[in-house]
């Protein structure tokens, strides 16, 4: 979608889709050149973590495929739950690679993510359903945790239901704002002096 707007682009190859990383590895080298030369820019954006995701299975697979001499096509190959845990060192490889950058260059670090909705296994009382980060729940509970500010950004809207209704009938605002504080619905934070949202 970044190419809808002016904004730099990392070249990881010559063509129209160029800017797209295909592979984790790129990814690493981006990171690595852009810590260790000269350049003016001020702000890294990985767009998006869940496309990130399956870079990261994939190179872990063929990592691991190669050391083994074992074939794993997926990250499910390492049995109940194992694949997830050793695709987490590699989410923070990943982010210790950012701070890295942040610190050698001053840059900011934004992740942009997508959400899905997940039902909540509430300790306290009932389950419901909340927005959560669409990658694995290691990989979100990780993230959350690493990431300095967490925004939950969404259309405003609700559902109202009138007195001769049956049913309740959606409705939008046309307002997006971005919330830096946990409800219910979501997941947020901010370790900096922000409001609690903003438009």
């Known amino acids: ?64 495929s190669k050391s083994s001499g074992k074939r794993i096509e997926s990250i499910e190959d390492y049995g109940y739950g194992k694949g997830y845990q050793i695709a987490l060192d ?44 669409r990658v694995h729940d290691k990989a979100g509970g990780f993230l959350r945790e690493w990431v300095d500010v967490l925004g939950f950004a969404a259309f405003e809207g609700g559902a109202v239901k009138g007195k001769d209704d049956k049913r309740a009938r959606g409705y939008s605002t046309g307002a997006r704002p971005v919330h830096f504080e946990r409800a219910a619905a979501y997941d947020a934070k901010a370790r900096l002096p922000l409001p609690p949202s903003m438009e």
């Open 1 to 64: 979608g970044s190419s809808l707007i002016e904004c730099a682009r990392y070249p990881f190859r010559d063509g129209d889709s160029g800017h797209v990383a295909k592979s984790y590895s790129e990814l690493v080298e981006a990171i690595e050149d852009l810590r260790g030369n000269d350049h003016e820019f001020k702000t890294l954006i990985v767009d998006t973590v869940d496309s990130l995701e399956p870079l990261i299975w994939r190179h872990v697979c063929d990592r691991d």
């Open 90 to 133: 590699e989410w923070r490889a990943f982010c210790h690679q950012l701070d890295g950058l942040r610190s050698a260059k001053q840059m900011d670090v934004i992740l942009l993510g997508h959400a899905h909705v997940r039902t909540f296994k509430n300790p306290e009382g009932e389950d419901y359903d909340r927005y959560s980060l």
